[in-house]
Nanobody, 123 residues
Framework: QVQLVESGGGSVQAGGSLRLSCAASGRSFSSYPMGWFRQAPGKEREFVAGISWSDFSTYYADSVKGRFTISRDNAKNTVYLQMNSLNPEDTAVYYC????????????????WGQGTQVTVSS
C-alpha cells in the first residue's frame, strides 16, 4: 500500500514557476515508477510526467517538455515536479501517481493516487 500527499500548488502569473511535491508512505516507494497527471475543468485527466524507479529515466507530455522537470528522492520518499514558464493552459488539479507504466509515447497510471493540488496560472 502506498499513500500519496501532494503539496506546493497555488496561484501564479504566466511565466512564473511552481514546485510540486508528493510525499509517499510505504516501504515500496523506491521500487515504484512515479508520475504526475493533471485534470483541467471539463477535461479528462492527462499524463504530465513520469520517472522510473530503476535508472530514473524521465518521460514528459509534449505540452510540458522543456518546461517541467520531474525528479525523485528515494531517501525522502518524495517525487517533485518543477514547473517553469507556466501558462494559463497549465491550470489544473495536479495528481501524483504511483506504480504506473510510463515510456516514450505511452503512460498507463498505477492504482495509487494522491488527493490532488490546484495550480492556477493567470495571464
Amino acid at each position: 500500500q502506498v499513500q500519496l500527499v501532494e503539496s506546493g500548488g497555488g496561484s501564479v502569473q504566466a511565466g512564473g514557476s511552481l514546485r510540486l511535491s508528493c510525499a509517499a508512505s510505504g516501504r515500496s516507494f523506491s521500487s515504484y515508477p512515479m508520475g504526475w497527471f493533471r485534470q483541467a475543468p471539463g477535461k479528462e485527466r492527462e499524463f504530465v510526467a513520469g520517472i522510473s524507479w530503476s535508472d530514473f529515466s524521465t518521460y514528459y507530455a509534449d505540452s510540458v517538455k522543456g518546461r517541467f522537470t520531474i525528479s525523485r528522492d528515494n531517501a525522502k520518499n518524495t517525487v517533485y515536479l518543477q514547473m517553469n514558464s507556466l501558462n494559463p493552459e497549465d491550470t489544473a488539479v495536479y495528481y501524483c501517481n504511483a506504480a504506473g507504466n510510463y515510456g516514450l509515447g505511452y503512460a498507463r497510471p498505477g492504482g495509487y493516487w494522491g488527493q490532488g493540488t490546484q495550480v492556477t496560472v493567470s495571464s
